[in-house]
Structure formats: C-alpha cells, structure tokens
C-alpha cells in the first residue's frame, strides 16, 4: 500500500540554520503530495502541497520540490526562525482516492 | 476553505467508560474523516464519516469501538467506547472540500485514558 517514510526527530537548530527534512514515499500512479504543520497546542493546517512531478511547493520561506525519480518531497527552508518550532508531517494523496496517508512527523525546535 | 470546531479539546476519562467528540465545520463538506495520533506516531485513519450512510472503517477499526454519526454535511461525532489507557491519544477530525482539494483539521482532543 501506499506509505510515507520521513527523517526521524527531534531536530534541533539554531536561528538562521538551513533546514532540510527529508520525506520519500511509496504510491502507484501519480500522487499528490502534501506537507502539513502543528504548532504546539494547534491542529494541524496545509504548509505546502505539489500535485505533479517538478512542481515545487512554496509558502512562508519553506519549500519542497516534487521528484518523481527519487520519489522525494523533501522539506527546505534557507533560514529557520524560533516561530518554526513545530512538528511537520509529509503526507501523499493517491489520485484514486481521498485518503490521505501521512509520515511519522518531525519534530523541530529552533533556538534563539 | 473550512474552519473545524472540534470539542471537547482534552479529557481524562476513567477505563471502561465511552466519550464522544464531537466536529463542527463552518461549511458544507462532503468528506469528514477521523483520525488518531498516538504518542510519537504519525496520523492514522480511523474511518471516513459519510454523510446519511454508515462509516468506512480502515483495518484495525470497527465500528463497535469506534461509532461514528454524521447527521448532516456539516456535523460528525466519534465515540471511543470502553476505553482503556491504550486508547490515550489524539484524536482529529478532518474535513475536505472535494476532490482534489486538501485537507483541513480540527485542533484534536487529547484523550488521557487512567
């Protein structure tokens, strides 16, 4: 079946660090691929998503380039702030269906 | 987009006994899902609540542990029923808006299960 696999946690960074969370996936066809975030005390909400193979999602300094090839969706941000600190969650959509399957999360925590 | 009002946020509830959540969204959706989270586990979907038919559990949930209502387009409840501490956890409701559209969440309920 289809499955997300995900870099284990915690990561621990200093402010302005480069981050990179690494996501891969196992899905037939064609699926779309999702990153979501939870900050803590709050349910979880979109970060970025890409639908089809190189399309690169983007929003608030993050990005993630959809690699069919390596079957990749790995998570980038050039400058981390302490407001990142959150647990972020790779997660794939089959086109065949509605449900989602996500990754194990990872945790991040930013210091000042 | 759909804003989910998920309650209670958190309870602590003693073995044996049953809790209900309950999820309100702003709009009508067509798919109200439930999800769990464990400690250090990743999201798992308990079921996809269908609106005037019964719920479509996944492997390894079922109904009689798990029943779900969906009324109407706009309303779900999950109950854990006789709950043990290994049903401690997250619980989420999500909805979506439709085909190809993505995935909105509710806040969870912590559930502490002594």
């Known amino acids: 079946g289809d499955s997300v696999t995900q870099m284990e946690g915690p990561v621990t960074l200093s402010e302005e660090a480069f981050l990179t969370i690494n996501c891969t996936y196992t899905?037939?066809?064609?699926?779309?691929l999702f990153w979501y975030v939870q900050y803590p005390g709050e349910g979880l909400q979109l970060l970025l998503k890409?639908?089809?193979?190189?399309d690169k999602g983007s929003n608030k300094g993050f990005e993630a380039t959809y690699r069919k090839e390596t079957t990749s969706f790995h998570l980038e941000k050039g400058s981390v702030q302490v407001s990142d600190s959150a647990v972020y969650f790779c997660?794939?959509?089959?086109?065949?269906?509605?449900?989602?399957?996500f990754g194990p999360g990872t945790r991040l925590s930013v210091l000042p | 987009s759909a804003v989910i009002s998920q309650k209670p946020s958190r309870d602590i509830c003693q073995r044996g006994t049953s809790l209900t959540i309950q999820c309100q969204v702003d709009?009508?959706?067509?798919?109200m899902f439930w999800y769990r989270q464990q400690p250090g586990q990743s999201l798992t979907l308990i079921a996809t609540?269908?609106?005037?038919?019964?719920?479509?559990?996944e492997s390894g949930f079922v109904i009689d542990k798990f029943p779900i209502s969906r009324p109407n387009l706009t309303f779900s409840t999950l109950t854990v029923s006789n709950m043990s501490p290994e049903d401690s956890s997250i619980y989420l409701c999500?909805?979506?808006?439709?085909?190809?559209?993505?995935?909105?969440f509710g806040s969870g309920t912590q559930l502490s299960v002594l």
């Open positions: 890409a639908t089809k193979a190189d």
């Open positions: 997660g794939l959509r089959a086109n065949y269906g509605q449900n989602f399957v």
């Open positions: 609540a269908n609106q005037g038919s019964e719920a479509t559990y």
């Open positions: 999500s909805v979506t808006t439709g085909i190809n559209e993505k995935l909105f």
């Open positions: 899905a037939t066809g064609y699926p779309s």
């Open positions: 709009s009508q959706v067509t798919m």
